[in-house]
Structure formats: C-alpha cells, structure tokens
Nanobody, 116 residues
C-alpha cells in the first residue's frame, strides 16, 4: 500500500486549496471500514492530526482548522480529500494522509505554503 498525496502549493492568505490522497494498492474492503485522517507537520514541530473522517462519514477537526477545513472520502476511489479555505500562514506545513488507528507507512506528503 502506498499513500499518495497531492494538491499542495504556494498560495496567499485567504485562498483555497484542495488536497487529495489515494491509498494505492489497498483493497476497498480494507479502505472502507477504516477511519482516515489528514495530518500536517510544520518545520521544527511534531506531526499533528488536523482532520479525521470515520467509516460512516463522521468528522472531527482540530480547533485550529475548524470551520475552515473540510475532510471527505470517496470509498470507491479509495481517496480522502481535504478542502482548505481561508488559509493562514500558520497552515504552512507538509500535509499527509493516513489511517487514524492503524498507521501505515507515511507517504511523501504535499507541501502547503501560505504567504501573508
């Protein structure tokens, strides 16, 4: 299984990005029951979970992104998405997706840089 993240970039504060993650090589019977999350790691800081989505679509968000980020999933395509609105410079980080309870090997992540 390989986690492949994409969609990052350099944007200005207040702009929008949508990240995608594909669980390549994972069968749907393994993908579908799992809770998935988006994590981020800023320079010099530990990786943190910013959003998660359960197998039935329930979501949770870190306080720092609540109201601005939306996580979703497409079980048929084995993808997880993160829509990020009103981006702030403090959102600058490498973003990764992974399961919540059974952490898989990390992908390369996708860099999000927000300029002020």
């Amino acid at each position: 299984v390989q986690l492949v993240e994409s969609g990052g970039g350099l944007v200005q504060a207040g702009e929008f990005l949508k990240l995608s993650c594909t669980a390549s090589g994972m069968i749907t019977s393994v993908f579908n029951p799992a809770d998935w999350g988006w994590y981020r790691q800023a320079p010099g800081q530990q990786r943190e979970l910013v959003a998660s989505i359960g197998s039935r679509g329930s979501t949770n968000y870190a306080d720092s992104v609540k109201g601005r980020f939306t996580i979703s999933r497409d079980n048929r395509r084995k993808r997880v998405y993160l829509e990020m609105t009103n981006l702030k410079p403090e959102d600058t980080a490498v973003y990764y997706c992974n399961q919540v309870s059974n952490i898989l090997d990390w992908g390369q992540g996708t860099q999000v840089t927000v300029s002020s």
